[in-house]
C-alpha cells in the first residue's frame, strides 16, 4: 500500500479511519456549492495535511516565470489556461480538473529540456494535461475527439496522445493529486463560515481563474493564492476582525509574508487597464495571439516522443541544460497524418 500512486486511498477497513470530508468537490456548470462546514480540529488538520502535501510538489516560483519567458512560452502559456476554461465550459467539466490539467501543464514543461517549443507541441502537452485531468477527477471521462473538438490548431491520433500520457507521468513521477488553489479554497471557504453561500463561492472561484491565466500569479503557491483571494473577499464582506484573526493563526509568519505579496500584486491587477479574463464563447477562446483553428480533417500521428520531449530530474541539471541550449542539435520529427 505503500507504493500506491497519485496519492490513492486503500479501501477501507474494520481497522481503517474515517477519511476527511470530501472538500475537493466535482463542481460543475457554472455553479459552485459551498463546502459543508467543520470544526475547528478538522480544518486546522486538513489545512496542515494540504500544506504537507503542497511541499511535496516543487513551486519553482520566479525561476518557472523567467524559464517561460526565456523559452518565448508566456503566450502559449496563457492561451493553453484559455483553452483549458473553454473546454471546461463546453464539456461541463469541474473546476478542479482544470486546475489540475494547468498544474500539470506547467510542471511538465518545465520538466523539459526542449530547446524550442513548437505550437503542436504545446497543444499535445495540453491535450494530454487535460486528459489525465479528467480521468483522475472526472466521473465519466471525454473522449479524446471531444476534447480537441475547438480552439486547436491540430487533432492528435488517440495513440499518441496516450503515448505522450505515458510520458508526462513518468516525468511527473506519478504524482498528479497536486493541491490547487481551487482545492484550497474550499477548506478555506469552509474554514471562515463565509456569508454569501454559493454566489460567493462562484465570485471566488471566478477570481482564481483570472489567477490562474495571470503570469505572475505563477511565484506563489497554489495555497498562498488561495489564501490571498479568500481575505480579499473576507475583507469585502467586513468579517475582517473575528474570521481574519482565526484564518491567519493557522498559517506560519513566512506564508503571511508571502500571503501579503500576493494581494498587493492581485490588486495592481486589478487598477491596471486591458487585464481581463474573458472566455464567454467558442469566438473568444483566446485573448490574445493568433486564433487557432484546427483543420478538423487532418489527424497527427506523431513518433518518437520520448526522444522529443526529453525529461530533466533537477534544478542543477536545468542550469546546465541552459547552457547547452545554443549548440544542442535539433530535433528531427516526424509527423504521419491521415484525412
Not at 491567519?248 to 495592481?268: D, P, T
Request: charge should be negative; aromatic fraction near 8%; charged fraction near 25%.
Amino acid at each position: 500500500m505503500d507504493h500506491l500512486l497519485c496519492d490513492e486511498s486503500w479501501l477501507s477497513g474494520p481497522s481503517t479511519p474515517e477519511p476527511f470530508p470530501n472538500l475537493r468537490l466535482n463542481i460543475h456548470d457554472d455553479h459552485v456549492e459551498m463546502s459543508p462546514a467543520m470544526d475547528a480540529a478538522t480544518v486546522e488538520e486538513a489545512i496542515s495535511m494540504d500544506l504537507e502535501k503542497e511541499s511535496c510538489f516543487s513551486n519553482h516560483g520566479d525561476k518557472f516565470i523567467e524559464f517561460l519567458v526565456s523559452k518565448n512560452l508566456t503566450d502559449a502559456r496563457f492561451q493553453t489556461v484559455q483553452w483549458l476554461i473553454q473546454t471546461r465550459n463546453r464539456l461541463n467539466l469541474s473546476f478542479e480538473t482544470i486546475f489540475s490539467a494547468a498544474s500539470c501543464f506547467d510542471r511538465f514543461v518545465y520538466a523539459t529540456s526542449c530547446n524550442e517549443w513548437s505550437k503542436w507541441m504545446v497543444e499535445l502537452v495540453a491535450v494530454t494535461s487535460l486528459s489525465i485531468a479528467s480521468k483522475f477527477n472526472e466521473v465519466s471521462s471525454p473522449s479524446l475527439e471531444d476534447f480537441q473538438m475547438e480552439g486547436l490548431n491540430h487533432m492528435f491520433h488517440h495513440k499518441t496522445v496516450l503515448e505522450m500520457e505515458l510520458i508526462v507521468l513518468k516525468a511527473l513521477e506519478w504524482r498528479v493529486n497536486s493541491v490547487t488553489s481551487f482545492s484550497f479554497s474550499q477548506i478555506l471557504v469552509a474554514t471562515t463560515g463565509m456569508g454569501g453561500g454559493d454566489i460567493m463561492m462562484n465570485r471566488i472561484t471566478d477570481h482564481l481563474l483570472d489567477d490562474l491565466c495571470d503570469l505572475k500569479m505563477l511565484a506563489y503557491a497554489p495555497s498562498v493564492v488561495a489564501v490571498a483571494v479568500v481575505l480579499d473577499f473576507l475583507e469585502e464582506k467586513a468579517a475582517l476582525e473575528e474570521n481574519l484573526g482565526k484564518f491567519m493563526n493557522l498559517f506560519g509568519e513566512e506564508h503571511k509574508v508571502r500571503i501579503a505579496k500576493c494581494i498587493n500584486v492581485m490588486k495592481s491587477r486589478n487598477v491596471e487597464e486591458g487585464w481581463r479574463r474573458e472566455v464567454k464563447s467558442p469566438a473568444s477562446v483566446l485573448q490574445r495571439g493568433d486564433v487557432m483553428n484546427m483543420n478538423m480533417n487532418i489527424v497527427y500521428y506523431v513518433e518518437n516522443l520520448s526522444a522529443i520531449f526529453q525529461i530533466l530530474r533537477s534544478d542543477k541539471k536545468r542550469e546546465r541544460d541552459s547552457h547547452e541550449d545554443e549548440n544542442r542539435p535539433a530535433k528531427r520529427v516526424t509527423f504521419v497524418t491521415s484525412n
